[in-house]
């Protein structure tokens, strides 16, 4: 029954590699995110997707392309991965209250992906 | 674009003794939401607040929303070791995004 969920948990991967992480929420939610969480634990924004448009998209290499096949799902893939890219990345959705505001998000489990 | 300071960035505090955080953006903001992460955990949602000056309360957490909007603090009474974690607070100016502050992390000394 869980809410948001992220595929895999952990990642370990070469420099250079190709990786998908994958996410799911089955909230209804129409609004999803990508998120990434650095060592010093600050969460910075990624990616938003709007009901499978993408509405934000924030100074992210293009090494990272995520994809909204529909509103329920929201895929993040990373080309020649980098070993700065090492941090755990949560996938989250929010519904749209009374006057298209935000409401609260539900994060997933977090992958941790680790480049070596 | 918007920014959100928190503070302090840590906090250790002996087991009943109160807890506060405080957020501080440099823009006037829509809304803003807490969240809390216990260590290898994800944030989870706590509240989130619309209305100037707006004060609610969870048990022992109170939130309040500074008259302005541009400022939030989350209070913790008489802690307890499951308070342990990072509280972060999301602020937004609009509709689209939260920005999370820096995170305060909160040990409990037994």
């Known amino acids: 029954d869980t809410a948001v969920s992220q595929t895999p948990k952990y990642l370990v991967t070469q420099m250079g590699n190709d990786k998908s992480i994958k996410c799911e929420q089955n909230l209804g939610h129409d609004t999803m995110y990508w998120y990434k969480q650095d060592s010093k634990k600050f969460l910075k924004i990624m990616f938003s997707?709007?009901?499978?448009?993408?509405?934000i998209n924030e100074t992210v290499p293009n090494r990272f392309s995520p994809k909204s096949p529909d509103k329920a799902h929201l895929n993040l893939h990373i080309n020649s991965l980098e070993l700065g890219d090492s941090a755990v990345y949560f996938c989250?959705?929010?519904?749209?209250?009374?006057?298209?505001?935000?409401?609260?998000?539900?994060f997933g489990s977090g992958t941790r992906l680790t480049v070596v | 674009g918007q920014q959100v300071m928190q503070i302090p960035q840590y906090q250790h505090v002996q087991e009943g003794e109160d807890f506060t955080t405080y957020c501080n953006s440099s823009?006037?903001?829509?809304?803003i939401q807490w969240y809390k992460q216990r260590p290898g955990g994800h944030p989870v949602f706590l509240i989130q607040l619309v209305k100037s000056g707006e004060v609610k309360k969870q048990k022992r957490l109170t939130f309040q929303f500074g008259e302005a909007k541009k400022n939030s603090s989350l209070h913790i009474t008489a802690t307890q070791t499951t308070d342990v974690g990072t509280y972060f607070c999301g602020a937004s100016g609009g509709n689209e995004k939260l920005t999370f502050g820096t995170g305060t992390r909160l040990t409990i000394i037994p």
């Open positions: 997707y709007n009901n499978k448009e993408l509405i």
């Open positions: 823009t006037t903001l829509s809304n």
């Open positions: 989250a959705s929010s519904p749209r209250l009374r006057g298209a505001r935000l409401g609260g998000y539900t």
